[in-house]
């Protein structure tokens, strides 16, 4: 069951990635002020330490051997859910199709 959490985690930071290019490419702006500062200091590349980080921390929390790590990834991916789906229901004021 954890791993399929963990794999979910890592699907919606993917997602998150992709539809803030999209939001980014029509006008929009970055909310989340870590994520802003990772694409002041990474440049376009900005998502590759954040897959990476986000990756490496659902990996410790899949792994490490303590009672409320899947507690906090299920929490972590809740949160996620709801920033996806945010940004997935202002695609088509950033013109999602074009």
Known sequence: MIWILFVLFV???VADVWSTNRILLRGGRELNPVVRWLMRACGRWW???KIVIATACGVYL???PWPDGPAVLGLVTAIYVWVVYR?????PRWGFWR
Do not use: H
């Not at 940004?87 to 695609?91: D, T």
């Open 11 to 13: 699907a919606l930071q």
């Open 62 to 64: 899949t792994l490490e």
């Open 87 to 91: 940004n997935l229901r202002q695609l």
């Open 47 to 49: 998502w590759v330490p």
